[in-house]
């Protein structure tokens, strides 16, 4: 018995290792109809329809309805109406899409991990054509672009306010399926300036292409970031490289950028089509006949419509309209007119492109920095780059003198609400200034949605549980465990 046992234990180990052996040979064959990335990206122009892709995932569609029903640039038009929706500020982790479909996680990480591929073969990608080397420099720039832009936003969605020490997202640098834990805000921005001023220097320094990534684009993404950290020198600077690079648009020429008449103050866009992107109107009234328009999702709010001089702002028509068509029919005729692209009725109704950066956006910025450095009067202070900016806007308006920091502050943030409604602001302008959401009765949908206190805990987005559940590593924001 003992001499079958001895057989036994010598024959059990060497089936151990042929089994393992036989494994290890399995894992090395490659599946016959595998393309990895090392043959996808094989070449420079291989690489660049890959970045071609991972710019295709970029939308800015959900914040700008996010900024919009969950701030006071909305209020529900009535003909279609979710009493549980954001508008209302209800919302945990265990929402499906945490209820309007806001989740930003999925869309955002899985460009960074384009990004990540792209950066991982790009130096050594072939060269197969002329001006390949030069083309190559730029792709990696736009490939960092587009990681630091994509962890910026969310940073927004999932993020208190800058805090050296608070909790960031995890910042991925490579293609990786492990779980992995989030970081401090110190080091996530750290790692996002690394990326932005890497790509600067391989980034086209002109805007022959406002479809992809430029220097003046970097610039207005570097100065959003200064912005939300608190950096007030480095958001003047980069603001004022943009400014200069794209002065601010004339009255006449202001209404053709939300046409896509003209891409005077872009940067940056994303195109739109009837077939590739969608209708971005559609977020805020459905495409309609001219003999019954579609719905009226979100219509906007008495408190935006009322901030306006509605006879000499060019903003106030270009934004938003009381349409006739709707009141003809008696339905509720306050509508956003901001994406409504080729009118009502049209072929391309609610199709437009969408702006990322302009240049109305980078005078508020620099006007905030300059008042938080105490630059409030004067030649290139908050005053000056406020007044330029109305004179702009608002025919026959009278320059403004501000006596204190603080009412240089007050003016800019309501200058935000007027210039930049439905492009993706608002709420985020709130929550990093430390403001509360403070709707009219009017455009309230009950009492307790009148308000959301300054500092609420919902002021930052759930992680979805569906993320909890995959990722072990990953910890809930404050107030909704």
């Known amino acids: 018995m003992f001499e079958k046992m001895k057989k036994y234990k010598l024959i059990l180990p060497l089936v151990a290792l042929l089994s393992a052996s036989s494994c290890k040979k399995l894992i090395n064959i490659q599946e016959t109809d595998l393309i990895a990335g090392d043959v996808a990206l094989k070449t420079v122009t291989n690489v660049e329809s890959a970045v071609i892709g991972a710019y295709a995932g970029v939308g800015v ?84 672009f587009l990681r630091a832009y994509c962890h910026f936003e969310l940073f927004r969605y999932y993020c208190g306010n800058y805090n050296a020490t608070a909790l960031a997202m995890p910042y991925m640098t490579t293609p990786n399926l492990l779980p992995q834990g989030r970081i401090q805000l110190a080091e996530y921005f750290q790692k996002i300036n690394a990326d932005i001023n890497e790509a600067k220097p391989l980034l086209p320094n002109n805007l022959t292409d406002k479809n992809r990534a430029t220097l003046a684009a970097a610039n207005g993404l570097h100065a959003r970031i ?108 306050r509508i956003v007119v901001k994406y409504i692209g080729g009118g009502i009725g049209s072929g391309t109704e609610n199709v437009n492109n969408a702006k990322v950066y302009r240049t109305g956006e980078m005078y508020l910025i620099r006007a905030e920095a300059r008042a938080e450095q105490n630059k409030i009067t004067g030649a290139n202070s908050a005053e000056s780059d406020i007044n330029a900016l109305r004179a702009a806007r608002i025919t026959g308006y009278v320059n403004e003198v501000f006596a204190t ?77």
């Open 61 to 144: 569609e959900m914040g700008i309805l996010f900024n919009s029903t969950l701030s006071d640039e909305v209020a529900t038009a009535g003909e279609f109406y979710n009493a549980a929706t954001t508008h209302e500020w209800q919302y945990s982790p265990t929402d499906v899409g945490i209820r309007d479909n806001f989740t930003a996680i999925n869309p955002n990480y899985t460009i960074i991990d384009r990004a990540n591929r792209i950066l991982a073969v790009v130096n050594t990608a072939d060269s197969t054509k002329v001006g390949d080397n030069t083309k190559r420099a730029r792709l990696k720039g736009e490939a960092l």
């Open 226 to 333: 200064a912005l939300y950290t608190g950096n007030w020198a480095d958001a003047e600077t980069y603001a004022t490289a943009y400014i200069n690079a794209l002065p601010l648009a004339t009255s006449a020429q202001f209404p053709g950028i939300w046409s896509d008449a003209n891409t005077t103050e872009v940067a940056f866009q994303l195109v739109r089509t009837v077939s590739v992107g969608g209708r971005i109107g559609s977020l805020f009234r459905n495409t309609g006949l001219v003999t019954a328009p579609g719905t009226n999702i979100w219509k906007p709010s008495s408190k935006l419509w009322n901030s306006y001089d509605q006879t000499n702002d060019v903003r106030f028509a270009t934004y938003i309209k009381d349409e006739p068509i709707y009141s003809g029919l008696g339905r509720p005729s």
């Open 405 to 481: 920091k603080q009412a240089a502050i007050d003016a800019i943030i309501t200058e935000r609400f007027k210039e930049l409604p439905f492009e993706g602001h608002r709420f985020w302008d709130l929550k990093r200034k430390g403001l509360a959401v403070q709707r009219l009765a009017a455009d309230a949908p009950t009492v307790t949605g009148q308000t959301l206190p300054a500092n609420d805990y919902r002021f930052v987005l759930p992680i979805p549980q569906t993320e909890l559940n995959a990722n072990p590593n990953m910890q809930q924001n404050p107030g909704y465990k």
